[in-house]
Nanobody, 117 residues
Framework: QVQLVESGGGLVQPGESLRLSCAASGMTSSINVMGWYRQAPGKERELVAIITSRGITNYGDSVKGRFTISRDNAKNTVYLEMNSLKPADTAVYYC???????????WGQGTQVTVSS
C-alpha cells in the first residue's frame, strides 16, 4: 500500500506561482513513477506531469514551459512548481504513484488550485 498526501493548493491571481507537494508513505521503495493529474469541473482528468524514479519527466502540452515537476527520493516527495498560472489551470490536482511490479496506481485525495483575479 502507498499513501499520498498533497498540499500547497490555494487561490492565486493570474500570472502568479504556486508549488504543490505530495508526500508518499508505505511501500515507497516500489514506486516507479509519480505524477500530477488535474480535473476541472465538467472535464476529464488530464495529465499534468510525471517523473520516473530516474528523473525522466513528461508534461501535458498545456503546461509545458510553465510547470516543473521534481522528486526528492530521500523524502519520498514529489513537487510541482507552477508558474505563470492561468484561469484555465483551475482544477483539483491529484498526485499519483505507479508501481509497475503489480501493476497498480495510487491516488491522493486532491488539492484545489484556483486561479482568479
Amino acid at each position: 500500500q502507498v499513501q499520498l498526501v498533497e498540499s500547497g493548493g490555494g487561490l492565486v491571481q493570474p500570472g502568479e506561482s504556486l508549488r504543490l507537494s505530495c508526500a508518499a508513505s508505505g511501500m515507497t521503495s516500489s514506486i516507479n513513477v509519480m505524477g500530477w493529474y488535474r480535473q476541472a469541473p465538467g472535464k476529464e482528468r488530464e495529465l499534468v506531469a510525471i517523473i520516473t524514479s530516474r528523473g525522466i519527466t513528461n508534461y501535458g502540452d498545456s503546461v509545458k514551459g510553465r510547470f516543473t515537476i521534481s522528486r526528492d527520493n530521500a523524502k519520498n516527495t514529489v513537487y510541482l512548481e507552477m508558474n505563470s498560472l492561468k484561469p484555465a489551470d483551475t482544477a483539483v490536482y491529484y498526485c499519483q504513484a505507479y508501481i509497475s511490479a503489480y501493476p497498480i496506481y495510487y491516488w491522493g485525495q486532491g488539492t484545489q488550485v484556483t486561479v482568479s483575479s
